[in-house]
């Protein structure tokens, strides 16, 4: 039921060519747009897909608020609020959006938020080898399954990273980052370059939904309170300045990637992900925003609605 249900969504999205494949990594300009996938994954760790569910892709931008849960569960609360706020931004993802007299960034889903809270990730002593480790390891627990790097992604966008690693210097002049700027980037560049599939996302947001416990392995992968802070700043932030847009037609807690990948997730319900190369202009996938219009509205997932 729920397959015909993901196939047909798939087909009716299916001939919208529209968007673009992330140009400025060449890696992900290369990848076939043709590609689309829909899995739902549901807290007792039933998964439901159609399409292509177990091509792997590089998790991008989806990373940020799994590594800003790590971040908040290796080091607390303080610590990383005093240093990444959770303002919208209102602005692109690679925007230099810093507040002026602190220079701290808006928010962690953006790119200036996302490079300081990898630096928070693990325990303070970590070295930063052992700090991408602990990102991998990380991701892994909410996958629920040993994930890997793509090396030839990572190196592609590593040497395009002109623009991360600006902002990265701009943190480190004030002293939000206290090390070295181009190994953060290095190192959040990493996290961006792990491969993951739709199904992996579906799961990965089912253990967002599933108060940080992970449907299948059953390993608590973060604390409660953790969960509600992530979903909350998703809600706000996760699809950059198609925020309000986002919160308003769908009403899903919700993060983009420029791979094309997007999850969403609903407390106590339901993780979603979908796959579809070619983005919008805000870097967000065209067809998975309509996918995610359509099973909001299909489905009354908006979280404003009464069900
Ligand atoms: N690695 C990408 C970057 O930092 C991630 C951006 C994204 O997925 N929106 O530019």
């Not at 299916?14 to 990594?25: H, L, N, Q, V």
Request: glycine share 10%; hydrophobic share 40%; proline share 6%.
């Amino acid at each position: 039921m729920i397959p015909d249900y993901l196939a047909e969504a798939l087909a009716d999205v299916k001939p919208d060519t529209s968007g673009e494949t992330a140009g400025y990594i060449p890696e992900l300009a290369a990848a076939d747009p043709e590609h689309l996938g829909a899995a739902f994954a549901m807290i007792d760790g039933e998964v439901y897909g159609a399409g292509d569910i177990d091509t792997e892709f590089t998790i991008q931008s989806i990373s940020k608020p799994f590594i800003y849960a790590l971040a908040l569960s290796d080091r607390g609360f303080d610590p990383v609020l005093a240093k990444v706020g959770v303002e919208p931004s209102g602005e692109a993802f690679n925007e230099i959006s810093l507040e002026s007299d602190t220079g701290r960034p808006l928010n962690p889903m953006i790119n200036a938020g996302a490079i300081t809270v990898h630096s928070l990730a693990g325990a303070e002593d970590l070295n930063p080898a052992e700090r991408v480790e602990r990102v991998l390891q990380g991701l892994s627990a909410f996958a629920g399954r040993q994930l890997k790097t793509d090396e030839a992604v990572c190196a592609s966008e590593m040497e395009h990273a002109h623009r991360n690693l600006a902002i990265a210097h701009m943190l480190r002049s004030h002293d939000v980052l206290t090390e070295d700027p181009r190994v953060v980037v290095d190192g959040y560049t990493r996290q961006c370059s792990v491969l993951v599939t739709t199904r992996d996302l579906a799961m990965m947001a089912a253990t967002l939904a599933n108060r940080g416990r992970n449907p299948l392995s059953g390993e608590q992968v973060v604390p409660e309170p953790v969960v509600r802070q992530v979903l909350s700043v998703m809600f706000s932030c996760g699809m950059y300045d198609a925020a309000g847009d986002w919160a308003t037609q769908v009403g899903i807690p919700a993060k983009s990637g420029v791979a094309g990948g997007l999850i969403g997730a609903l407390p106590g319900q339901i993780g979603m992900a979908t796959f579809s190369p070619r983005l919008d202009t805000h870097g967000n996938s065209v067809r998975g925003v309509s996918l995610f219009e359509r099973f909001s509205s299909d489905m009354g997932l908006h979280v404003m609605e009464v069900p």
